[in-house]
């Protein structure tokens, strides 16, 4: 994880789940998602800030879970809603 995040100790699960339906809230409520993204606290699946719901951003304010990362096959990147960075997600 990079330094510039100061939040770091709060992530939990790095790994992605095997296999992911779709984004938990979206499929609730039958919304539609573009992107996935995981909770690194707690491990739910989200929407991108780019889907209608924005529910992983929305989670991670709520929650107080601030980092998620690209839950998107062969992306390696998180990112902080706090500290407004990036992060490359090493297993």
Same mark, same amino acid.
């Given at each position: 994880? $990079?330094?510039? /995040? =100061?939040? =770091?100790?709060?992530?939990?699960?790095?790994?992605?789940?095997?296999?992911?339906?779709g984004?938990?809230?979206?499929?609730?409520?039958?919304?539609?998602?573009?992107?996935?993204?995981? /909770?690194?606290?707690?491990? %739910?699946?989200? /929407?991108?800030?780019?889907?209608?719901?924005?529910?992983?951003? %929305?989670?991670?304010?709520?929650?107080? $879970?601030?980092?998620?990362?690209?839950?998107?096959p062969?992306?390696?990147?998180?990112?902080?809603?706090?500290?407004?960075?990036?992060?490359?997600? =090493?297993?």
């Amino acid at each position: 994880m $990079n330094a510039a /995040c =100061t939040h =770091t100790d709060r992530v939990e699960i790095v790994e992605l789940p095997e296999q992911i339906a779709g984004c938990e809230d979206c499929l609730a409520i039958g919304s539609r998602w573009v992107h996935l993204r995981m /909770c690194m606290t707690c491990g %739910k699946i989200g /929407c991108c800030d780019s889907s209608p719901n924005q529910h992983a951003t %929305k989670h991670a304010l709520a929650a107080n $879970n601030p980092i998620f990362r690209s839950a998107e096959p062969g992306e390696d990147w998180a990112w902080c809603v706090i500290d407004e960075v990036f992060l490359r997600v =090493t297993p």
